[in-house]
């Protein structure tokens, strides 16, 4: 039993570019389904839990202060 859904041109255009030579449109959809949570992608893109900016901060000044010792040898 198959079921129809409506998209627009634009968005079958995308999918399209999403599409694996060896797919279908329902092997597709069902690989994007799976995919990451919206949460699990924002917290990989660094926006997960209390820190990160504070993290971020630190490595940013170890980086920093590596750099400048690096220049003055």
Do not use: Y
Not at 24 to 35: C, E, G, K, N
Not at 36 to 56: K, L, Q, Y
């Amino acid at each position: 039993m198959s079921t129809s859904i409506r998209i627009s041109e634009a968005t079958k255009r995308k999918l399209e570019a999403l599409k694996r030579d060896d797919e279908t449109f329902d092997d597709l959809l069902d690989r994007l389904a799976v995919s990451r949570t919206e949460a699990e992608v924002r917290e990989m893109a660094g926006f997960g839990g209390d820190g990160v900016a504070d993290g971020m901060s630190d490595a940013h000044g170890d980086l920093n202060e590596s750099l400048e010792a690096r220049s003055s040898e």
